[in-house]
């Protein structure tokens, strides 16, 4: 099976290596091919994700994915390599699993999917200017990918606990998060087996911190997506531990929730776990289940050790191990 690896900006360029080498370590004869896309790349070429890239991520089985980084201004001719390979490839269900890891930054009994949808919404791109003292964005909600996004969150929740929480703010957003709305509960009438509830964004937010274990599959669209699912990652570590996965017909590419993260870049204290539950992620896509498992009961016994790296660390005087060291350790369990 080949794998393609787009490690990116920032400490992407640290925790994709880390991963690679635990997926190698398997020997279940994955092959890697490397490719190149953002902030960096576009730089020094003009391109953020140059068509190459795009080809390799189709000719391959499955594409695990480090950050990009975006600057917070407008860029002339550069756009989110992530957001742009998301909607090449229509990868439109964004997997997010919160689960509980062993260790006092993780809440215990955790096991939740967030599940966004991941081509539609604010991130369609639609921005304008009106006479220099507005700006609009269009938000985009369709019938058709609502639908698909929904069934996927029921699919999931058949083999899970059997509920799921639609989540919108169609009090106020009534067209586009109405129909969000009704779409999902069209295709919850197909699922009889599955319980189907709903929860207003904001509350849902509020709720995310004090009642998380309640849930089991919450479905959104994108941009409440991204948001919440940042702040459930809290709820087990942070960013630094969070995986997710990009789902399409054809395609897959999995990605550490976290970004580029310029604040601890290149210094080698990057935590490698999202990267390496976003490749066990990749694992299973490849009905690879059982070296799937090793790879998420090693990060288990490590984090139960007791090696943690510095965001996971709540005692002061305790400066973390570094990506290598946290990497190694998990090399060793396997
Ligand atoms: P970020 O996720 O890069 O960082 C947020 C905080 O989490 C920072 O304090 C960072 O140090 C920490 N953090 C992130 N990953 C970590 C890791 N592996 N280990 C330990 N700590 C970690 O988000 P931020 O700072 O808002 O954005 C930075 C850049 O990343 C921006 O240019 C943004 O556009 C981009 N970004 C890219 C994403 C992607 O490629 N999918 C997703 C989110 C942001
Ligand atoms: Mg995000």
Same mark, same amino acid.
Not at 210 to 216: A, E, K, L, V
């Given at each position: 099976m080949r794998i393609c690896t787009i490690p990116g900006d920032g400490v992407g360029q640290e925790v994709i290596p880390a991963a690679v080498r635990v997926l190698d370590a398997l020997q279940i004869g994955l092959e890697f091919l490397h490719a190149d896309a953002g902030f960096e790349h576009f730089q020094k070429t003009g391109d953020a994700i140059p068509e190459t890239t795009l080809e390799t991520v189709r000719a391959c089985d499955a594409t695990l994915f480090g950050a990009t980084a975006s600057p917070l201004t407008r860029v002339e001719g550069y756009r989110s390599p992530i957001l742009a390979l998301r909607q090449a490839l229509d990868l439109y269900a964004n997997l997010r699993p919160i689960q509980s890891l062993p260790g006092a930054f993780s809440r215990l009994n955790l096991d939740m999917l967030i599940v966004r949808e991941n081509t539609?919404?604010?991130?369609?791109?639609?921005e304008r200017v009106e006479n220099d003292d507005a700006a609009i964005a269009e938000r985009v909600i369709t019938r058709r990918a609502s639908e698909r996004i929904a069934r996927i969150a029921f699919e999931s929740a058949g083999c899970r606990r059997k509920r799921v929480t639609i989540v919108h703010k169609a009090n106020v957003l009534k067209m586009t998060d109405g129909l969000f709305r009704e779409t999902c509960f069209q295709v919850a009438?197909?699922?009889?087996?599955v319980r189907a509830d709903e929860m207003l964004v904001d509350a849902m937010a509020m709720r995310l911190v004090?009642?998380?274990?309640?849930?089991?599959v919450i479905v959104t669209t994108n941009l409440f997506g991204d948001i919440l699912s940042d702040e459930a990652s809290a709820l087990i570590? @942070?960013? /630094?531990?969070a995986p997710s996965g990009n789902i399409g017909v054809t395609n897959a590419v999995f990605e550490p929730v976290h970004g580029s993260a310029p604040d601890i870049a @290149?210094? /080698?204290?990057?935590?490698p776990i999202g990267a390496i539950l976003s490749a066990a992620m990749l694992l299973d896509y490849l009905k690879q289940s059982e070296a799937a498992t090793r790879v998420r009961r090693a990060v288990q016994r490590v984090l139960e050790f007791g090696t943690l790296t510095r965001d996971l660390v709540s005692d002061l005087g305790h400066a973390g191990v570094t990506t290598e060291e946290m990497t190694r350790a998990i090399l060793q369990q396997l």
């Open positions: 539609e919404d604010l991130y369609v791109g639609r009438r197909e699922f009889s087996n004090t009642n998380p274990q309640d849930y089991d570590g @942070g960013l /630094g531990v @290149g210094k /080698g204290i990057a935590n």
